[in-house]
Structure formats: structure tokens, C-alpha cells
Antibody, heavy 123, light 106 residues
Framework: EVQLVESGGGLVQPGRSLRLSCAASGFTFDHYAMHWVRQAPGKGLEWVSGITWNSDTTIYGDTVKGRSTISRDNAKNSLYLQINSLRTEDTALYYC????????????????WGQGTMVTVSS | SYELTQPPSVSVSPGQTASITCSGDKLGDKYACWYQQKPGQSPVLVIYQDTKRPPGIPERFSGSNSGNTATLTISGTQSMDEADYYCQAWDSSTVFFGTGTKVTVL
């Protein structure tokens, strides 16, 4: 069974940094691209970032571009997201997601979602 | 930025057909996906690459995409299909989601 378990969320002050982690199991991790998507309380889905199977390509949404870094460790079956200079509007549930493909392209699909880790940015 | 617009809500009677639209500029030239999200749960992929269903998704879910509009159709809607639905597309190396549609089964 495919499992994605996120961790690292919590309450953090504006301007600080946070590193989210995702532990993957039940599939060959290094065969798939991976993503982070977030959802603010009571709001819709917002894509945050994606990474190819071999970390060759990383892409970011406009709201986190320049202050976030996505990475992966295929040896540890793990995905990460570092967000710097956190803002109150970064408050959301952050999901780790397995793509259907190895690459990031127009035929991608967000195939399997974790349960999410909640990030609250507040002073 | 690429905008995908969905109706805020759709109501359907049990056993009837629900159609949810997703509008975007030349969306038919791109692939569209659809996700179902029930309250308190993570989203689930129900349609990808316009028309394909992942394993385990019932046949009553189908998709189409042409022109500026992608459509998710739920045939023989059941009470368990009551959820929020989001479309998704790729443009300029970025993933975009639609505004979301709440489907109510009355």
C-alpha cells in the first residue's frame, strides 16, 4: 500500500523558517516525481512545488518562489520542503503527493496524497 | 498566471447526472485532471489526462476536454459522491487548480 506521511508542521512565528518532511513507502520512490500542495483552512487547493525523480528539475508556485526549496533523498525515500521568511498567509495544511510520472510535464497528475501536516504562522 | 474557473456549487438528485465545468484559456490544448475531496479527507484523483480513470474509481466518473472547457460528469450520482471537486491543469511549468465546486446530492 502506498503511504505518504508528512511531518514537521507546527506553530511558527512570521519571518522564521520551517522544514517539512514526507516519508514514502509502498512504492519505488525514485521512479516518481513528487509535489507539495497546500490548503488554507476553508479554502481551495494551491500547488506549492514539484521535483522530478532524480531532482534534475524543481519548480515552484509564485507565492513561494524565491523563499522555498524542495528536495528529496531517494536513499531515504523522503521528500522535503523548506520554506523561509514565513508569512501568515502560509498558514495551511501541506500535502505530500506522488505523481503518476517520473517527470514534470503537461501530462502529470497528482496520484496519491498524504494526510498533510498543518503549518500555522502566527506571532 | 493561468486561471481555471469552476461553478461554486452544483446540486443533483440521487441517480441523476452531475456535470461540473472547468473553464480556462485554450484548456482543450492541455490535459485536465479532477480531484474529489470529502470533508476532513485528503483529495483523491478521479480523472487524469482528460478522460482516464485511476484504478478503483467507479465508471460513473468520466471526463472530457475541448475548446476552453473541461467537464467532469458523474452518472447515476450517489450520496457518497457529495464532495468538493477541483480541476487541475499545467501551464508554463506550473500546476494550477480550479476554484472548486461543491457537489450536493439532494
Amino acid at each position: 500500500e502506498v503511504q505518504l506521511v508528512e511531518s514537521g508542521g507546527g506553530l511558527v512565528q512570521p519571518g522564521r523558517s520551517l522544514r517539512l518532511s514526507c516519508a514514502a513507502s509502498g512504492f519505488t520512490f525514485d521512479h516518481y516525481a513528487m509535489h507539495w500542495v497546500r490548503q488554507a483552512p476553508g479554502k481551495g487547493l494551491e500547488w506549492v512545488s514539484g521535483i522530478t525523480w532524480n531532482s534534475d528539475t524543481t519548480i515552484y508556485g509564485d507565492t513561494v518562489k524565491g523563499r522555498s526549496t524542495i528536495s528529496r533523498d531517494n536513499a531515504k525515500n523522503s521528500l522535503y520542503l523548506q520554506i523561509n521568511s514565513l508569512r501568515t498567509e502560509d498558514t495551511a495544511l501541506y500535502y505530500c503527493i506522488k505523481d503518476i510520472s517520473t517527470t514534470l510535464s503537461g501530462d502529470l497528475a497528482l496520484a496519491v496524497w498524504g494526510q498533510g501536516t498543518m503549518v500555522t504562522v502566527s506571532s | 498566471s493561468y486561471e481555471l474557473t469552476q461553478p461554486p456549487s452544483v446540486s443533483v438528485s440521487p441517480g441523476q447526472t452531475a456535470s461540473i465545468t472547468c473553464s480556462g484559456d485554450k484548456l482543450g490544448d492541455k490535459y485536465a485532471c479532477w480531484y474529489q475531496q470529502k470533508p476532513g479527507q485528503s483529495p483523491v484523483l478521479v480523472i487524469y489526462q482528460d478522460t482516464k480513470r485511476p484504478p478503483g474509481i467507479p465508471e460513473r466518473f468520466s471526463g472530457s476536454n475541448s475548446g476552453n472547457t473541461a467537464t467532469l460528469t458523474i452518472s447515476g450520482t450517489q450520496s457518497m459522491d457529495e464532495a468538493d471537486y477541483y480541476c487541475q491543469a499545467w501551464d508554463s511549468s506550473t500546476v494550477f487548480f480550479g476554484t472548486g465546486t461543491k457537489v450536493t446530492v439532494l
